[in-house]
Nanobody, 128 residues
């Protein structure tokens, strides 16, 4: 039911920063686990970060300490602040929304408990 549109991707040098945004529309209330994923060509899709309705976050070990997930609920917008970027962060980044999660359903890697909504993706390229 939720439509998600990502923006903010681009090309940066290693050590640089980007902030990705994901604007949700068609939101009709309820709680969500909001997520960021990434997928590079030839690689498996990887869960990057998750935030639950209480603002509790979880991160993949590969990005912990460098990436920060946050929400502006008043504007139905999800963010991913990416600092100290590395070439291995190069990927297509997607946001996702899982409706009505339980208390243990908003960890990175947790499967959706309902119908997961996906954005179209935004490309991030990090050069050496």
């Amino acid at each position: 039911q939720v439509t998600l549109v990502e923006s903010g991707g681009g090309s940066v040098q290693a050590g640089g920063s980007l902030r990705l945004s994901c604007v949700a529309s068609g939101y009709s209330g309820g709680t969500y686990c909001m997520r960021w994923f990434r997928q590079a060509p030839g690689k498996e899709r990887e869960g990057v970060a998750a935030i639950d309705s209480d603002g509790i976050t979880d991160y993949a070990a590969s990005v912990k300490g460098r990436f920060t997930i946050s929400e502006d609920k008043a504007n139905n917008t999800l963010f991913l602040q990416m600092d100290s970027l590395k070439p291995e962060d190069t990927s297509m980044y997607y946001c996702a929304a899982d409706p009505d999660p339980g208390p243990y359903d908003c960890y990175v890697g947790s499967p959706p408990v309902g119908d997961r909504s996906w954005g179209q993706g935004t490309q991030v390229t990090v050069s050496s």
